[in-house]
């Protein structure tokens, strides 16, 4: 019987370990799945999430998801989503497609629960890093080519050549990946500085990107590379993509990094010297989106088409930047009604088609807002727009706690995912939406385990 228990004891214990082991390579999958295949995304998200479960130690899993500063915002955010929907004036539909919609919210905090080793966390940087490579390959050769997997059929220079994402989405993971490219970068620089340091603490303080030891030749080649990808990027989202949050989240993300890196600096610091690179950094900025402006012809397209439309929003509010203001206004009266609690989960589509009343602006509108802060503050009031802006808060209070490199990295982020919530449905429309959550897990692990051990790579 002894004997029999034992035996049983451990075909668990190795289901559990194996369950564990190849949940990490789900995992994994689901960042290199992210900016290029929906089908392998969705398989890698439901794989993990029976693996996470099958592979038990729950009260480790647990105390793993409670050490995670984001944990509590989160969970705040779904419990004021699941309250909501009792009071509702939305439909059953409505409903169900908003518990589809944010059940990644809960996704994301269950995987919060493997996400505990730095070399887990290296594979998904390098996961995705490679996926935006295919992806900007795949970019670059739309323009002479009209490639099988890609959205954008057109080719030739003056034309958005998104490939497998629509030109938002692939903006907003090329912005990011510019980046990503600028702190390895950084880190690369660091690893070699702290080496010695890092050995007295026992960590491998080696390069988080793909190589485990490195020379000088290298680190100066993979450095070499690195910039590529960086400038590739650049012309990709400014003169291959016509994507106007894109541009934003592009200027507001590098715009942070790079002024930061700066501003960090001990020297820039000092009292005297502040403002003199503050000026001179400003008139960089300047000079920079002048001439992009400039040169690229379908970003001066972009941009002049939204002058043009807001300033005949009175005329035609079914244009494309008219119809985002009449939704803004529109959403801001319906939040006057409910002010403190909203009218509940999943109820701005049925409100918003009584406001319109007119099927081709409903037919944009009527889904979201396109602002993630009005879509809450009319589903869930002040109580929602508050638990937003706290996600948000306590990831800003995180990021400046860390050392530069780390902090330049998740400020980038926040950024873009704050312009993503101005203009778009950073939570709400799919892939930006699982972007953004998966992504606030990763970067709040890492950033997590940097902090107990201060040279962390």
């Known amino acids: 019987m002894i004997f029999f228990i034992k035996k049983q004891k ?7 370990n194996t369950a564990y082991f190849l949940s990490t390579y789900t995992w994994v999958g ?4 992210m900016p290029i295949s929906r089908a392998l995304f969705n398989t890698c998200i439901i794989l993990t999430v029976l693996l996470t479960l099958l592979s038990g130690n729950y009260l480790k899993k647990y105390k793993v998801i409670k050490s995670n500063p984001i944990s509590f915002p989160f969970f705040i955010l779904i419990i004021i989503i699941l309250i909501g929907s009792i009071y509702t004036v939305g439909n059953q539909q409505n409903l169900l497609t908003s518990f589809y919609v944010y059940i990644k919210i809960f996704f994301m905090l269950l995987f919060l629960s493997i996400i505990d080793d730095i070399k887990l966390i290296r594979n998904a940087f390098i996961a995705f890093s490679m996926a935006m490579i295919i992806t900007l390959i795949s970019t670059y050769l739309n323009i002479w080519y009209v490639l099988p997997w890609s959205l954008s059929k057109t080719i030739g220079f003056g034309n958005s050549h998104h490939v497998f994402r629509d030109y938002i989405v692939q903006g907003l993971y090329t912005s990011f990946f510019t980046t990503l490219c600028g702190y390895f970068y950084l880190k690369i620089n660091t690893s070699k ?6 050995e007295s603490y026992g960590i491998n303080n080696n390069l988080i990107f793909i190589f485990s ?4 030749i290298k680190s100066s080649i993979i450095k070499l590379f690195i910039i590529i990808l960086y400038i590739l990027s650049c ?3 400014l003169y291959l993509l016509g994507s106007r949050t894109g541009y934003l989240a592009f200027f507001f993300s590098n715009t942070i990094f790079f002024s930061f890196l ?3 600096n001990h020297i820039v610091k000092q009292k005297k010297y502040f403002f003199v690179y503050a000026l001179v950094l400003l008139i960089l900025l300047s000079l920079a989106f002048c001439s992009i402006y400039f040169s690229s012809e379908l970003l001066q397209n972009r941009v002049n088409l939204v002058v043009s439309e807001l300033s005949n929003y009175t005329l035609n509010k079914t244009s494309s930047s008219g119809v985002r203001l009449y939704m803004w206004i529109t959403a801001y009266n319906i939040f006057l009604q409910a002010p403190l609690f909203g009218h509940g989960t999943g109820s701005y589509p049925v409100l918003s088609e009584i406001a319109f009343n007119n099927k081709l602006i409903c037919d944009i509108a009527c889904p979201h807002p396109h602002n993630q802060f009005l879509l809450f503050a009319v589903e869930h009031g002040l109580i929602g727009l508050c638990a937003l802006l706290f996600i948000i808060w306590r990831f800003l209070k995180f990021s400046f706690s860390l050392h530069t490199p780390e902090k330049l990295l998740l400020l980038s982020f926040m950024a873009i995912f704050i312009v993503d919530c101005i203009t778009h449905g950073a939570l709400w429309l799919r892939m930006e939406s699982y972007f953004f959550v998966y992504m606030f897990g990763l970067l709040m692990s890492y950033a997590n385990l940097s902090k107990k051990l201060p040279l962390f790579i």
Do not use: M, P, V
Not at 10 to 16: R, S
Not at 193 to 198: G, L
Not at 213 to 216: A, C, G
């Open 193 to 198: 500085k702290n080496t010695s340091k890092n």
């Open 262 to 264: 700066i501003l960090d």
């Open 30 to 33: 689901i960042f290199f799945a």
């Open 213 to 216: 030891k490195s020379s000088i």
């Open 235 to 237: 012309i990709s989202i």
């Open 10 to 16: 451990q075909w668990f214990d190795f289901i559990k």
